[in-house]
C-alpha cells in the first residue's frame, strides 16, 4: 500500500464547475500538508498548503485536512480553462529529513 | 529572479551506461533536492543535498548517486542504467521555511531520461 493515495483520473468538468480534489495517506506522522500543480513540460509549483488539520482559503482554492480520516481535499471554485493541469499532493512529517512524499497526482481538464 | 534550471533538458542511453544530470539552484538557495516522477508512481525522493553534504537519500539503489558543489548547484549521476530508470528527473531549491515550518520547494523542469 502505498503511503499517500490519490485518483489519477483523468477528470473532466465544464468551465464554472467546483472541483474536488482528494488524497489519503496512512502514516500519522504527516503534519505538512501541500498541494502543487504542474503544467504539461513544466516542473511542479506550490499552490496552498495547511500545517495539521483545518482549512486555508486563497483565492478560488480553499485546502482542507481532516487528520483524525487521514484525507485532504483541495476546492477549486469556478474553474477555469487554465486550471487544466496535474495536481499533486504532497506531506512530509517533522524530522523526516525534508522529505516530501508525493501523490500520484489527478490529471483534470476544465472545459470551454 | 532565474528559477531551478535543469540540463539536459532530454537525454537517451542505452542499458548499462551512465548518464548525468545537472541543477543550478535559485541564486541564495543552499539545498538542492532530486526526484524521479515516472510514469505512474508519482515523485519519488531520490536525494538531498545542503551545504555540499548529502542530508537524506530515498529508497533508491547506490547507483544513483550525486553531489553538490561549492556554487551549490547540483550533479545527479545514474550508473548502469536499466530500462526502469527512464523517467523525468526533477530537481528542486529550497532556503525558506514556511512560518509552519515545511519547506518551500521550487522546481525545475526535469530532465527526461529514456533508456533504451
Known amino acids: 500500500q502505498k503511503e499517500v493515495e490519490q485518483d489519477p483520473g483523468p477528470l473532466s468538468v465544464p468551465e464554472g464547475a467546483i472541483v474536488s480534489l482528494n488524497c489519503t495517506y496512512s502514516n500519522s506522522a504527516f503534519q505538512y500538508f501541500m498541494w502543487y500543480r504542474q503544467y504539461s513540460r513544466k516542473g511542479p509549483e506550490l499552490l496552498m498548503y495547511?500545517?495539521?488539520?483545518g482549512n486555508k482559503e486563497d483565492g478560488r482554492f480553499t485546502a482542507q485536512v481532516d487528520k483524525s480520516s487521514k484525507y485532504i481535499s483541495l476546492f477549486i471554485r469556478d474553474s477555469q480553462p487554465s486550471d487544466s493541469a496535474t495536481y499533486l499532493c504532497?506531506?512530509?512529517?517533522?524530522?523526516?529529513?525534508?522529505?516530501?512524499?508525493f501523490g500520484t497526482g489527478t490529471q483534470l481538464k476544465v472545459e470551454l | 529572479e532565474a528559477g531551478v534550471t535543469q540540463s539536459p533538458t532530454h537525454l537517451i542511453k542505452t542499458r548499462g551506461q551512465q548518464a548525468t544530470l545537472r541543477c543550478s539552484p535559485i541564486?541564495?538557495?543552499?539545498?538542492v533536492y532530486w526526484y524521479q516522477q515516472a510514469l505512474g508512481l508519482g515523485l519519488q525522493f531520490l536525494l538531498w543535498y545542503d551545504e555540499g553534504e548529502e542530508r537524506n537519500r530515498g529508497n533508491f539503489p547506490p547507483r544513483f548517486s550525486g553531489r553538490q558543489f561549492p556554487n551549490y548547484s547540483s550533479e545527479l549521476n545514474v550508473n548502469a542504467l536499466e530500462l526502469e530508470d527512464s523517467a523525468l528527473y526533477l530537481c528542486?531549491?529550497?532556503?525558506?521555511?514556511?512560518?509552519?515550518?515545511?519547506?518551500?520547494?521550487?522546481f525545475g523542469a526535469g530532465s527526461r531520461l529514456t533508456v533504451l
Open positions: 541564486s541564495g538557495h543552499t539545498s
Open positions: 504532497a506531506m512530509s512529517a517533522p524530522g523526516g529529513g525534508n522529505k516530501l512524499t
Open positions: 495547511t500545517y495539521s488539520s
Open positions: 528542486a531549491s529550497s532556503l525558506a521555511k514556511l512560518a509552519s515550518g515545511a519547506n518551500v520547494l521550487t
